[in-house]
């Protein structure tokens, strides 16, 4: 979502021209990228893509559970342990260039099928059965 149309600046007026945007370029999906300032406007993101009719995919699961469509995202609370358990072995006094590098192989999927029915969208029944959070 940052590109040229947002920039570095991450504030509601920012998303809202983006939004803006996209809704005179008649844009038909978003997807969010990862950055950390989108959890933080998170609410803000979800509601002007609702606003909007724009189907969207988030990063995280956050996203969905304060209305947002759905999401597929790396599994947070496994990759905080997997980094607490570095941490842990670096503080015990083990180099960081001896620790294996982790990339998580752990996914989560998070619909919410009251936004998909405020969009007009019906889920497969496979997409849903294979989510693992479903919001209703």
């Known amino acids: 979502m940052t590109g040229a149309l947002?920039?570095?600046?991450?504030?509601?007026?920012a998303y809202q021209r983006?939004?803006?945007?996209?809704?005179?370029?008649r844009v038909d999906a978003l997807l969010v990228s990862d950055e950390g300032e989108?959890?933080?406007?998170?609410?803000?993101?979800?509601e002007l893509a609702?606003?909007?009719?724009?189907?969207?995919?988030?990063?995280?699961?956050?996203?969905?559970?304060?209305?947002g469509l759905m999401a597929y995202s790396i599994d947070l609370?496994?990759?905080s342990r997997r980094v607490a358990g570095q941490i842990a072995e670096?503080?015990?006094?083990?180099?960081?260039?001896?620790?294996?590098?982790y990339q998580p192989i752990k996914f989560e999927l998070a619909v919410n099928l009251?936004?998909?029915?405020?969009?007009g969208l019906?889920?497969?029944?496979?997409?849903?059965?294979?989510a693992d959070q479903v919001i209703e």
Not at 90 to 101: N, R, V
Not at 114 to 119: G, I, R
């Open 50 to 67: 609702a606003k909007s009719r724009i189907p969207t995919l988030y990063p995280y699961r956050e996203f969905v559970e304060v209305g």
């Open 38 to 46: 989108h959890l933080a406007y998170r609410i803000v993101l979800v």
């Open 18 to 25: 983006v939004f803006n945007s996209m809704a005179q370029d």
């Open 122 to 130: 019906e889920l497969p029944a496979t997409l849903v059965v294979r």
């Open 6 to 13: 947002l920039g570095t600046t991450f504030n509601e007026a």
């Open 77 to 79: 609370a496994d990759v």
């Open 114 to 119: 009251k936004a998909a029915k405020a969009l």
């Open 90 to 101: 670096i503080l015990k006094g083990a180099k960081p260039a001896e620790i294996p590098f």
